[in-house]
């Protein structure tokens, strides 16, 4: 068996070292144009011209959990396309967003502005039951998201395509379902696949039915946002403060409003990082299992696109 590998800003040694070691039959190489077909494609993001000159592959392994970079390519018909199932993502996005979250829910940033000038004083104590967190996309990670806020004592509610029966989450589905989802809450997470459906979703109209002083966390992708929105809704006060880990264009430019906005926390996309020994295991058994003639988990929908 015959795998090429074709990730965009990835040392790929390592990765072809593991690959190689974890099938030990297979004949692991880096793609470079004009290289010779192969049966599975390992990638993150390559040019059109991988797929142009690749025409026997039987399925391609994306090394994440976001299609939205291979979706928009001329991709063979019928070919699976495989994403990354977790592999170590969704405990780091818990992580992060119930970091940002009780930052901002205690005012950890306030504090910290108050040390670093010297001054010892305290904010009054608020009241979870007023933060109810909303999360935008209930799947791999958005679920283990719900269930980590929900550990916390915070009110948690859920919006996915198709209903989802979560204990603890208050489960919202359906464009219709959506502005009742906003408006019961304060905090807004993201872990949408970005879609036709889904870009631009957090615009002007969406955000103005969260509660007053609501805060927004976008871990998906800079398309689900409108920039001017989000900026316009802070500037009027409608809401309090955002944390940013994905943007439109990547790096965010240095001309970029957000850059320098007070009520803006950012980060270089960096969430849930991809793990590559984990991501590595998980794509070389479910190598293993295609060639065995088994169906696999993680295979994107595309008429869905995600
Ligand atoms: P997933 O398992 O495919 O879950 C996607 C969720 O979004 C599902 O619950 C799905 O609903 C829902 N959804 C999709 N389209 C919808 C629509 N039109 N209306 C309502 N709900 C919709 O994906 P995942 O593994 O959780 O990852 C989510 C996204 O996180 C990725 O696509 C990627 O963009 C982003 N991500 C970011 C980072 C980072 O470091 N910042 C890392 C990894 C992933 P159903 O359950 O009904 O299908
Ligand atoms: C990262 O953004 C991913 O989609 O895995």
Not at 136 to 155: H, I, K, N, W
Request: charged share 20%; with cysteine.
């Amino acid at each position: 068996m015959k795998i090429t590998f074709c990730c965009s800003d990835t040392k790929p040694e390592p990765w072809l070292d593991g690959l190689s070691a974890a099938l030990p039959d297979a004949q692991v190489s880096l793609w470079q144009p004009g290289a010779p077909p192969a049966d599975y494609a390992v990638v993150w993001a390559p040019p059109q011209a991988f797929f142009d000159e690749q025409p026997q592959l039987r399925a391609i392994f994306n090394t994440g959990a976001g299609v939205d970079a291979l979706m928009k390519l001329n991709l063979p018909a019928g070919v699976p396309v495989i994403r990354l199932d977790d592999a170590g993502m969704s405990v780091q996005m818990a992580e992060y967003v119930c970091h940002a979250l009780i930052r901002h829910f205690r005012e950890f940033d306030g504090y910290e502005a108050d040390m670093a000038l010297g001054q010892w004083s305290y904010r009054k104590p608020r009241d979870r039951a007023e933060f109810p967190v909303g999360i935008l996309g209930l799947g791999v990670l958005g679920e283990r998201v719900a269930r980590a806020v929900a550990q916390f004592d915070f009110p948690v509610n859920g919006w996915s395509r198709s209903p989802k029966p979560l204990v603890g989450v208050k489960c919202f589905a359906g464009t219709d379902q959506l502005p009742a989802f906003l408006a019961a809450s304060k905090v807004l997470v993201c872990l949408l696949p970005l879609t036709s459906e889904t870009r631009d979703i957090m615009n002007h109209q969406n955000l103005s039915h969260l509660q007053a002083g609501g805060y927004v966390i976008n871990v998906a992708r800079g398309g689900n946002l409108v920039d001017d929105d989000l900026l316009a809704l802070l500037d009027s006060g409608h809401l309090a403060g955002a944390t940013l880990d994905v943007f439109r264009t990547e790096p965010l430019p240095p001309e970029h409003a957000f850059w320098q906005h007070p009520k803006i926390c950012l980060t270089p996309h960096t969430s849930a990082r991809t793990l590559r020994s984990e991501s590595i295991g998980q794509i070389a058994q479910k190598m293993a299992a295609l060639q065995r003639g088994e169906s696999v988990a993680g295979v994107v929908d595309r008429g869905q696109g995600y």
